[in-house]
């Protein structure tokens, strides 16, 4: 009996059925819980006739498709598939109508084979989450028709999904005997190894601190990959807080693949932020600006291939295969992230709230094994994702832009705004929680903006853009606002902002602020089947399961040091006074230190100085003395390019 792959209405639908361009122009989108909301607003209006949430299921040769229509009215025969949406209706690009006409034809079919119909209207309902209104359009079917199409739509599928299935086959069993990489295990990565791979082996959640030195990459990697088979993962998301932490992941899982067959290649894939993988930062995206957007997913299945192909989809392999097909770069790796077997990247890929990976995750059901690099950074990160700020000059810097009629709901913000600060006198002050009726005007200031850059869809005003941004997010925090956040308004120098009415209103920062990121990161971590968090400082054990909501069946785990105390040798000069208004005396002196060092024992060396204006005058009388040691330095205001190139010119050197 062959095996049987599974896939949701919607990844079948979007795999077989989107086509067209890549249209970025502003489309204003709800809020998941506006989404969610709107779905109840419909379903709460139809008779009782009506089913919400319909569970179909069907199968084609060796696939089985399954998924939720949104809803079914028996007494009308009516199967409903509904889209909350803001701004204009005809802003609904075409080949997306033409996307949630295929789901609801596949559901349509899936619902006549369940039901015994011969016959099926379907109702496409957009829910304008603004306004309330809905626009329904109507097609009706018989069940051949939606047989037909059905069919048509998996049989554009059943060869990738044999592809799959026989990669995930070959790809198990290849690192099922997957050997370690070295001779032997570090002093302490043998111990760290085994207490992730019984994490991943129990399903349960692992803090580690284990210091810098015995090889933490490599010895969480390879106890997740050699537990894929065993464990039926479907993917490994490493997770970093810099690039440096990308790279160290990329270079074990390099060395991992080594010792796997030609035929099993491991898909690694590195995603990158949007602004790093842009081939044309000074264009828009959309078809009328950007060429690697036109005809974007007419073009995407051969690059697809082409890239799962090379198995090794880093951030230079992918820029390689997307030119070659003329896609976009950053969007290829989206989609990617899709059939990926390992997904390299910054935490927020996975945290934020937005995050793609988190998405991925719960819409295909993935069974998912974790690891966090750097754990300690994740409390302020994450801190940072759930925070938000607005502050007054900004709101009052696009006035000019917005027409007479939404500067009138400025000003109603300024006015509650006001209210809120007038009778503050400290510079910072914590309040309990927002006040409603500043809330009340920043959502229609919301609303009206959202209408206004819907009819405007190329307008290019990065500012208002980015208050508007900054609008939505403070309101889509204010709703899950609670005891792990704080609401604090700080005041700041300047004039007063004065709004038609010549109400004054101080210069201010309203924050809704995180303190305690368990709440938004428990559900992550409960979404995966297990996880690793690692670094060398993880202590008090406590403080980390507080801030980050781990359970309390969470394993904890300290790796001693590999390093034995004859491997440390500590040298302390007395005489050599480094403040500012003494540097170019002892300056001499200092790099006749570093110079002496080099020569006894030569090597690579890190010189850290306290300033650029130091460092650079070390840096050129040490080139002046000793012309023969090489010397690389930071520069002022480095890139992320030129940091990478750095430290790989000090990692190359050492081999």
């Not at 006549?112 to 119909?117: A, K, N, S, V």
Request: proline share 5%; with cysteine.
């Amino acid at each position: 009996m062959s095996p049987t792959y599974v896939v949701a209405v919607r990844a079948l639908c979007e795999f077989t059925a989107k086509r067209g361009d890549l249209d970025l122009r502003f489309t204003p989108s709800p809020s998941a819980q506006e989404g969610m909301a709107g779905h109840a607003a419909v379903t709460g209006r139809r008779g009782k006739s009506y089913q919400a949430e319909v569970s179909v299921s069907g199968e084609f040769r060796n696939l089985r498709v399954r998924g939720r229509a949104d809803g079914y009215d028996a007494d009308q025969r009516q199967l409903e598939e509904i889209k909350t949406f803001r701004g204009r209706f005809e802003a609904i690009a075409d080949n997306h109508r033409q996307l949630h006409w295929a789901q609801l034809k596949v559901y349509g079919h899936l619902l006549c084979q369940h039901r015994g119909l011969d016959e099926l209207r379907l109702a496409l309902v957009y829910f304008n989450i603004d306004d309330q209104q809905e626009t329904v359009l109507i097609q009706t079917h018989s069940a051949a028709q939606l047989e037909a199409f059905f069919q048509t739509q998996c049989a554009l599928f059943t060869d990738w999904a044999d592809q799959e299935m026989a990669h995930r086959s070959a790809r198990n069993a290849a690192l099922a005997q997957l050997p370690f990489p070295h001779a032997d295990f570090r002093p302490g990565q043998r111990a760290l190894a085994e207490a992730v791979y019984r994490s991943a082996a129990s399903g349960r959640r692992l803090l580690v601190q284990a210091p810098t030195g015995i090889g933490k990459t490599v010895g969480t990697v390879y106890p997740v990959l050699k537990a894929f088979a065993a464990q039926g993962l479907d993917k490994l998301f490493f997770l970093a807080a810099k690039t440096s932490g990308r790279a160290l992941a990329l270079d074990a899982l390099s060395l991992l693949e080594h010792s796997l067959p030609a035929q099993a290649p491991l898909r690694v894939l590195e995603l990158v932020a949007r602004d790093k993988a842009c081939e044309h930062p000074d264009k828009a995206c959309h078809p009328d600006a950007c060429p690697l957007a036109k005809g974007f997913y007419d073009r995407l299945p051969q690059a697809r291939s082409a890239a799962l192909a090379s198995g090794r989809m880093d951030k230079a392999a992918l820029r390689r295969v997307a030119l070659a097909h003329t896609v976009c770069p950053y969007y290829l790796s989206q989609d990617l992230a899709r059939w990926a077997d390992v997904v390299v990247g910054d935490y927020n890929y996975y945290f934020d709230q937005s995050a793609l990976l988190h998405a991925l995750t719960v819409m295909h059901d993935w069974r998912v094994s974790l690891l966090v690099d750097e754990a300690h950074n994740l409390v302020e990160r994450a801190r940072q994702m759930y925070t938000t700020e607005l502050a007054l000059t900004r709101l009052n810097a696009v006035r000019r832009a917005l027409p007479v009629s939404i500067r009138k709901d400025l000003d109603r913000v300024k006015r509650s705004w006001n209210e809120l600060t007038r009778d503050q006198e400290a510079a910072y002050q914590v309040h309990e929680r927002v006040p409603a009726k500043l809330l009340g005007t920043l959502q229609m200031l919301g609303a009206k903006l959202t209408a206004y850059l819907a009819d405007n869809p190329t307008l290019v005003d990065p500012g208002l853009q980015d208050v508007y941004f900054e609008v939505l997010q403070f309101l889509k925090l204010a709703e899950v606002f609670g005891e792990h956040s704080l609401f604090d308004v700080t005041l700041t120098e300047g004039p007063p902002a004065l709004s038609a009415a010549n109400v004054s209103t101080p210069p201010s920062v309203l924050c809704l602020r995180n303190v305690v990121p368990a709440a938004f990161i428990q559900p992550r971590l409960a979404s995966v089947h297990s996880a690793a968090l690692f670094s060398a400082t993880l202590k008090p054990w406590d403080f980390y399961m507080d801030m980050l909501g781990l359970p309390e069946d969470t394993v904890c785990l300290n790796v001693g040091s590999p390093f034995t105390a004859d491997q440390l040798s500590v040298r302390v000069v007395r005489a050599v006074s480094t403040r500012w208004q003494h540097r170019s005396q002892s300056l001499p002196t200092l790099v006749a230190i570093m110079a002496e060092q080099y020569r006894r024992q030569p090597g690579n060396y890190l010189a850290f100085f306290s300033s650029f204006d130091y460092l650079q005058q070390a840096s050129a009388a040490l080139a002046e003395s000793c012309p023969d040691i090489a010397i690389w330095q930071q520069t002022r205001r480095m890139n992320e390019a030129g940091r990478e190139a750095f430290l790989a010119r000090i990692f190359h050197s050492n081999r």
